[in-house]
């Protein structure tokens, strides 16, 4: 069982996997065998929960799934932080608008509202590019 302080200074990728078995053995479980082990897989799959979670109206598991990310984010390695906002932020909240997700985005932590903030300004910006382009 994972300890409540990262090791090394850094949550990683297996301190997350640990973690999910543990709080979340369901989700941990439906990974496949060819699944586990691949970061954003497995980030991706979590968020995928986390949206079946908020479009049931399963607020009590959102708040769990959403504090969770926000327990990983901080002190997350490298590459923990990159599956984070790309496959999990981007997957879960990314061009969702419904009242339900802007119900969910307003329980994130001060940190998690800020990574989400700086996810869609790059998405703005990329897709700024795009339309630029002849």
């Known amino acids: 069982m994972p300890d409540s302080s990262p090791r090394d200074g850094t949550k990683d990728q297996r301190y997350f996997e640990e973690l999910l078995a543990l709080r ?16 954003h897989v497995e980030m991706g799959a979590f ?34 932080d990159n599956a984070i906002y790309v496959s999990y932020l981007e997957n879960v909240f990314l061009g969702r608008d419904d009242a339900r997700y ?5 329980t994130l932590s ?15 910006a990329f897709d700024a590019r795009q339309r630029e382009r002849p």
């Open 110 to 124: 001060d940190r998690l509202q800020a990574a989400l903030v700086e996810v869609e300004e790059r998405w703005k």
């Open 24 to 39: 979340f053995p369901s989700i941990a479980g439906a990974l496949t065998e060819i699944q586990r082990g691949l970061l």
């Open 102 to 106: 802007r119900h969910a985005r307003s």
């Open 47 to 80: 968020a995928r929960a986390t949206r079946d979670a908020i479009e049931s109206g399963r607020t009590e598991e959102v708040a769990a799934h959403l504090g969770f990310v926000d327990e990983l984010f901080g002190g997350a390695a490298r590459d923990l």
